[in-house]
């Protein structure tokens, strides 16, 4: 039964070793000890569900939160008396591709539901730093935003989560045109996915941590089974409690960090109630994280332009893996990439590490590593 209502760091934390026939009683937990579907979408309210569908991979490859958490989450919001849309923009591919491919579309169909390009956009003012957006209009006029991302590691993020997972309410190319705004400087784009999050301000996230993605992530790491579902009111505390379980502290993060600039969310976890399992039994403790240090040091343009390659981790190609197939030229936002004499050649000087190359790599054959200098200190 529903529990009474909780407060908006309240965070639950439900075991589920399996994508079995377990998931529907465990994603149904989750939200139940939060006070229940009925606090968080009302009879009538269109509702659209965002799931990370990053690119097409079957379910198996933890690129995608996996079908079966999403035919959980649109169950909930038609028992509820919600009408269910599930969508999002794929960092690459086409929305139908990619959702058939994850086995998302099949769940889609058979529940009923319907799938929503993101790919109109509207612009929305807003109040931060970053004064509007251009956001998919399905994600600004739908009554709710229920919020279903994957916990897997990420090149620049360090964990890609709660947060970072509504980035796909921009729509298309539009997503690089953030990291060409951005540039080097990682600390402004943390904030404006944090005033992003804050603008759409989902109803409910619903974090899929049954198998997550360790390593070589988002787009190209290892599945590893941590066998949870985490869910809450605030994307930030959903964040921190992920954090935690793979073994972070959550103030090493940078959206966290990003959060706590903005006032945005609760992150300290001593102010965060776990509902459910405690973390200490499911923590793992040899997760796998990419190195993700950046030179983010108040110094003069020409002595940042000089260390940049010595003092920040950069993306890397494996010349044997590579099949030069152009994914990670067309969406470089810096244009800093180009095939040379059979090989795939990142100019370092423009290239702003913003790491969509290593994202998006069909084959992994995109890594990050540590400048020099950076290794060199940790050695």
Same mark, same amino acid.
């Given at each position: 039964?529903?529990?009474?209502?909780?407060?908006?760091?309240?965070? *639950?934390?439900?075991?589920?070793?399996?994508?079995?026939?377990?998931?529907?009683?465990?994603?149904?937990?989750?939200?139940?000890?939060?006070? =229940?579907?009925?606090? +968080?979408?009302?009879?009538?309210?269109?509702?659209?569900?965002?799931?990370?569908?990053?690119?097409?991979?079957?379910?198996?490859?933890?690129?995608?939160?996996?079908?079966?958490? $999403?035919?959980?989450?649109?169950?909930?919001?038609?028992?509820?008396?919600?009408?269910?849309?599930?969508?999002?923009?794929?960092?690459?591919?086409?929305?139908?591709?990619?959702?058939?491919?994850?086995?998302? @579309?099949?769940?889609?169909?058979?529940?009923?539901?319907?799938?929503?390009?993101?790919?109109?956009?509207?612009?929305?003012? #807003?109040?931060?730093?970053?004064?509007?957006?251009? $956001?998919?209009?399905? *994600?600004?006029?739908?009554?709710?935003?229920?919020?279903? /991302?994957?916990?897997?590691?990420?090149?620049?993020?360090?964990?890609?989560?709660?947060?970072?997972?509504?980035?796909?309410?921009?729509?298309?190319?539009?997503?690089?045109?953030?990291?060409?705004?951005? =540039?080097?400087?990682?600390?402004? +784009?943390?904030?404006?996915?944090?005033?992003?999050?804050?603008?759409?301000?989902?109803?409910?996230?619903?974090?899929? *941590?049954?198998?997550?993605?360790?390593?070589?992530?988002? =787009?190209?790491?290892?599945?590893?089974?941590?066998?949870?579902?985490?869910?809450?009111?605030? *994307?930030?505390?959903?964040?921190?409690?992920?954090?935690?379980?793979?073994?972070?502290? /959550?103030?090493?993060?940078?959206?966290?960090?990003?959060?706590?600039?903005?006032?945005?969310?609760?992150?300290?976890?001593?102010?965060?109630?776990?509902?459910?399992?405690?973390?200490?039994?499911?923590?793992?403790?040899? +997760?796998? @994280?990419?190195?993700?240090?950046?030179?983010?040091?108040?110094?003069?343009?020409?002595?940042?332009?000089?260390?940049?390659?010595?003092?920040?981790?950069?993306?890397?190609?494996?010349?044997?893996?590579?099949?030069?197939?152009?994914?990670?030229?067309?969406?470089?936002?810096?244009?800093?990439?180009?095939?040379?004499?059979?090989?795939?050649?990142?100019?370092?000087?423009?290239?702003?590490?913003?790491?969509?190359?290593?994202?998006?790599?069909?084959?992994?054959?995109?890594? $990050? #590593?540590?400048?020099?200098?950076? %290794?060199?200190?940790? %050695?």
């Amino acid at each position: 039964m529903p529990q009474p209502v909780k407060t908006l760091s309240d965070v *639950a934390v439900v075991q589920c070793p399996e994508y079995d026939s377990g998931v529907l009683s465990a994603v149904r937990r989750s939200v139940n000890l939060l006070g =229940g579907m009925s606090n +968080f979408i009302k009879p009538g309210d269109v509702v659209l569900i965002k799931p990370n569908l990053l690119k097409a991979k079957p379910p198996q490859a933890a690129v995608t939160t996996h079908p079966e958490i $999403v035919r959980s989450v649109i169950r909930l919001v038609h028992e509820a008396d919600g009408r269910a849309l599930v969508g999002d923009s794929p960092g690459m591919g086409d929305l139908r591709t990619v959702a058939e491919k994850s086995g998302i @579309l099949d769940v889609v169909n058979e529940e009923k539901a319907v799938l929503t390009s993101l790919d109109e956009s509207v612009m929305v003012k #807003s109040s931060g730093k970053f004064r509007r957006f251009e $956001v998919a209009r399905v *994600a600004y006029e739908s009554d709710a935003i229920i919020n279903v /991302p994957k916990l897997k590691t990420h090149g620049m993020t360090r964990l890609t989560g709660a947060i970072k997972n509504l980035f796909g309410c921009i729509s298309g190319k539009r997503k690089a045109q953030w990291h060409f705004n951005t =540039g080097i400087n990682h600390e402004l +784009f943390m904030r404006m996915l944090v005033e992003l999050y804050a603008l759409l301000s989902p109803k409910l996230t619903i974090m899929d *941590a049954i198998v997550g993605m360790e390593g070589n992530g988002p =787009g190209s790491g290892d599945p590893r089974r941590i066998g949870a579902i985490i869910a809450g009111r605030d *994307a930030a505390s959903v964040d921190a409690v992920a954090a935690k379980l793979v073994g972070v502290e /959550p103030e090493q993060l940078p959206l966290i960090k990003a959060a706590v600039a903005a006032g945005v969310g609760e992150t300290r976890l001593d102010r965060i109630k776990i509902l459910g399992k405690p973390i200490e039994h499911l923590a793992i403790a040899d +997760f796998r @994280l990419p190195p993700t240090e950046h030179l983010e040091w108040p110094l003069p343009d020409w002595a940042r332009s000089l260390l940049k390659n010595a003092l920040t981790t950069k993306p890397v190609v494996n010349q044997t893996v590579c099949i030069r197939c152009g994914v990670c030229q067309e969406h470089c936002p810096q244009r800093a990439i180009e095939v040379r004499s059979n090989r795939l050649d990142i100019r370092y000087r423009e290239c702003i590490r913003c790491f969509c190359c290593q994202e998006l790599c069909p084959r992994g054959a995109i890594t $990050v #590593s540590n400048g020099w200098a950076l %290794s060199y200190l940790h %050695s």
